[in-house]
């Protein structure tokens, strides 16, 4: 039984919700506009500022479907009211980040930059005023080009466990260990 499924999602007044012919689901709002694709066979239905998904039977697989509609439809309306925001913190000595022209530049250690080019919907920001290491902001409507952009960039200096130096997320613990003991 999907739990998540049968929650409905509540839509702000400034939210513009529609559905096309083709199972298509367009959501607008401040921020910026999501579309979506679903299955046929689920239905979505707009009543008093709710959207409310239903399943046609209690299959495996229309229960799986209509919780992972409902949560993804919930995304979008989030996305274009609130936005979703990434931070990630470089550590490292010389290790820096600028973002001019829609480009963004990094130097990690190698010996080139690195250059980054965001996908269309997403904002980057670096701060380098607040904390002692650079932070990069990424900030955009829809939740998964977030995480993705978020985590492309984490790969290109993944954290390393003896000094922590690299690309992380803000709230992200690195464990630690211990180099090399001095001979006896």
């Known amino acids: 039984m999907s739990r998540i499924g049968k929650q409905p999602v509540e839509l702000a007044s400034n939210v513009e919700f529609s559905i096309g012919a083709d199972h298509t689901v367009t959501v607008k709002g401040d921020k910026g506009e999501g579309t979506i694709r679903i299955h046929p066979d689920i239905t979505i239905e707009k009543a008093d500022n709710e959207i409310i998904v239903k399943r046609p039977s209690d299959s495996k697989e229309h229960k799986s479907l209509h919780g992972l509609y409902r949560s993804l439809i919930y995304n979008m309306v989030e996305g274009v009211t609130n936005g979703y925001k990434k931070t990630l913190e470089i550590i490292g000595v010389g290790y820096r980040a600028t973002y001019n022209n829609g480009i963004l530049e990094l130097n990690l250690g190698f010996s080139h930059p690195i250059y980054f080019v965001p996908p269309e919907g997403?904002?980057?920001?670096?701060?380098?005023?607040?904390?002692?290491?650079?932070?990069?902001?990424?900030?955009?409507?829809?939740?998964?080009?977030?995480?993705?952009?978020?985590?492309?960039?984490?790969s290109f200096r993944k954290p390393e466990p003896y000094k922590g130096k690299g690309i992380r997320y803000t709230d992200e613990y690195v464990r630690r260990k211990a180099g090399k003991s001095a001979a006896k």
Request: charged share 30%; hydrophobic share 40%.
């Open 122 to 154: 997403i904002d980057i920001e670096v701060d380098t005023k607040t904390k002692k290491n650079p932070l990069l902001i990424i900030s955009g409507v829809n939740k998964e080009m977030v995480g993705q952009v978020a985590a492309k960039i984490r």
